[in-house]
T-cell receptor
Framework: DGGITQSPKYLFRKEGQNVTLSCEQNLNHDAMYWYRQDPGQGLRLIYYSQIVNDFQKGDIAEGYSVSREKKESFPLTVTSAQKNPTAFYLC?????????????FGDGTRLSIL | RKEVEQDPGPFNVPEGATVAFNCTYSNSASQSFFWYRQDCRKEPKLLMSVYSSGNEDGRFTAQLNRASQYISLLIRDSKLSDSATYLCVVNIAGSNYQLIWGAGTKLIIKP
C-alpha cells in the first residue's frame, strides 16, 4: 500500500536533548512537509521541501532542522533550542507542482517533555 | 484578521439532518481550496478539493464564493460517523506548496 509512515508514534524528550522524527513516503511525491499542531489551533508549517536536496523554512522553523537526502525521506530534528516542543507533529507529501494538489498525511508523532 | 477563519463550534446536529459551515479567507488571490476532516488525536484526511464551479461527492457539497471570499461545506443526511473536526485549507497566493489551515469546526452528530 502506498502511504506515509511516521515513527515513532510517541516520543519523549529530556531537557537539552535533540530528537529526530522519521517520515518516509512511497507515493513518489516530490514535495514533503512538516507541520506542528497544538490543541485548538490550525496546523503550522515548520519546513517544506519541493525536491531532493532542497528545503525551505515555514512559519515556525526556529528550533527545528530537516534534511532531504532521498526523495522518500524527510526527517525532522527537534533541537534543544525549541523550548516548547510538546505538540502533535505531522508529516505530509504532495505532488506539489501545480494548484489544487492536496497534501496527504502520516499518522503523526506525539512529542512530550519528560 | 486571521487568514483563514472558521467557527470553532461545536455544531450539535441530530442524525439525518443537514448541516453547513463556512470558512472565510483573507487573500483574494488564493487558488487552491480544500476541506479536510480530522478525528480526535488523528491526522487530517482529505475530504474534498473545492473547485470554482462547486463540487459534490456523495452527501458532501463544497462551494467557493470568490466575491465574498468564503468556502462552504454542506453535509446532507448526516451520519454518526460524520462526527469530526472539519478543517478549511487555502493556499498562500502564488504558492503551490504553502497552505494556511483553519483551526477547524467541530461537528457532533447525535443519535
Amino acid at each position: 500500500d502506498g502511504g506515509i509512515t511516521q515513527s515513532p508514534k510517541y516520543l519523549f524528550r529530556k531537557e537539552g536533548q535533540n530528537v529526530t522524527l522519521s517520515c518516509e513516503q512511497n507515493l513518489n511525491h516530490d514535495a514533503m512537509y512538516w507541520y506542528r499542531q497544538d490543541p485548538g489551533q490550525g496546523l503550522r508549517l515548520i519546513y517544506y521541501s519541493q525536491i531532493v536536496n532542497d528545503f525551505q523554512k515555514g512559519d515556525i522553523a526556529e528550533g527545528y532542522s530537516v534534511s532531504r537526502e532521498k526523495k522518500e525521506s524527510f526527517p525532522l530534528t527537534v533541537t534543544s533550542a525549541q523550548k516548547n516542543p510538546t505538540a502533535f507533529y505531522l508529516c505530509a507529501s504532495s505532488i506539489g507542482d501545480r494548484y489544487n494538489q492536496p497534501q496527504h498525511f502520516g499518522d503523526g508523532t506525539r512529542l512530550s517533555i519528560l | 484578521r486571521k487568514e483563514v477563519e472558521q467557527d470553532p463550534g461545536p455544531f450539535n446536529v441530530p442524525e439525518g439532518a443537514t448541516v453547513a459551515f463556512n470558512c472565510t479567507y483573507s487573500n483574494s488571490a488564493s487558488q487552491s481550496f480544500f476541506w479536510y476532516r480530522q478525528d480526535c488525536r488523528k491526522e487530517p484526511k482529505l475530504l474534498m478539493s473545492v473547485y470554482s464551479s462547486g463540487n459534490e461527492d456523495g452527501r458532501f457539497t463544497a462551494q467557493l464564493n470568490r466575491a465574498s471570499q468564503y468556502i462552504s461545506l454542506l453535509i446532507r443526511d448526516s451520519k454518526l460517523s460524520d462526527s469530526a473536526t472539519y478543517l478549511c485549507v487555502v493556499n498562500i497566493a502564488g504558492s503551490n506548496y504553502q497552505l494556511i489551515w483553519g483551526a477547524g469546526t467541530k461537528l457532533i452528530i447525535k443519535p
